[in-house]
């Protein structure tokens, strides 16, 4: 499907969940896009601020019977979507002004590339956990989906998001593409800034839930998970081999990354346990 400029048609996806504090300079950096979005489709979880009013006044498709799920919401949002080509950002990110042309960019050079990823910075670098955040980030290949696009038709192919994963199903996802044959690249010059966590324990808990999120996650489709579990024991050398080095950039550095490391392995832990329940 082509829009009226003969180009693929392009719908962005955003979920939301009282996010009016950051939608409205989303929104506004989508509108402004050197290659603006034929639509964007809001999914909302059932906002109780003014989440809703804000899409409306950015004229967004929007879908809002509470879904708790972000796998249902996101493929709720893939049905809606009229474009061949479908992006995915965060409701608390903003987009650089040429993020969706460079994000889209590889999907029109070869069949064989079904999805295209980019750069994610912090939006309040200023701040010392967002700093520590982009260190361990920025420059990392990723499949989450605060910045990312899919071809429409492989998202069909593969049966779209998991629903069965509260978390990891945006790499789940990668997973099932990539086994069709298909290549995911990652193009570091499509760029979205995002807010990331502002104080280290709600941090930490969010790597706790990536963990054990992404033990159910390999271990539903069969992928090894072991050096997730053997990290819990191998922090202290990492901490004195490894992460120590860091000390030059911030005195501080080291222990955000063995404190990050603990929590994730530790949810790992937590999700070897859970196996039972999925």
């Known amino acids: 499907m082509t829009n009226d400029h003969g180009k693929s048609k392009v719908s962005v996806i955003v979920l939301t969940y009282n996010s009016a504090g950051t939608l409205e300079p989303l929104l506004k950096s989508l ?9 964007i489709i809001v999914i909302d979880g059932g906002s109780t601020d003014n989440t809703i009013d804000i899409a409306k006044r950015f004229g967004c498709i929007i879908y809002d019977k509470p879904i708790k799920i972000r796998a249902k919401a996101r493929n709720i949002g893939v049905e809606l979507a009229s474009g061949d080509i479908v992006a995915f950002i965060d409701s608390d990110c903003m987009a650089e002004k040429n993020w969706l042309e460079e994000l889209i960019r590889g999907l029109n050079e070869d069949n064989v590339i ?9 939006l309040n670098a200023g701040k010392m956990i967002p700093k520590f955040i982009d260190f361990i980030s920025t420059n990392e290949p990723h499949h989450a989906t605060w910045n990312i696009a899919y071809k429409k038709s492989v998202l069909k192919e593969v049966g779209g ?14 997973w099932k593409i990539i086994r069709k044959g298909y290549k995911i690249v990652w193009n570091p010059n499509a760029i979205v800034y995002h807010k990331h966590r502002e104080k280290l324990i709600f941090f930490l808990k969010q790597q706790y839930e990536y963990g054990k999120w992404a033990v159910i996650a390999k271990r539903t489709y069969g992928i090894s998970y072991y050096k ?7 922090i202290p050398l990492l901490l004195i081999s490894k992460y120590i080095k860091k000390v030059t950039v911030h005195p501080l550095l080291p222990f955000f990354l063995a404190l990050s490391a603990l929590a994730y392995s530790l949810g ?8 039972s329940e999925y």
């Open 268 to 275: 790992a832990w937590r999700g070897l346990i859970l196996r």
């Open 31 to 39: 509108k402004q896009q050197t290659l603006p979005p034929d639509e």
């Open 228 to 234: 997730s579990l053997i990290l819990l024991f191998a």
């Open 114 to 122: 079904a999805g295209v990823s980019g750069r994610v910075l912090a």
């Open 161 to 174: 998001f998991d629903d069965r994963l509260h978390a990891c199903e945006d790499q789940a996802l990668a």
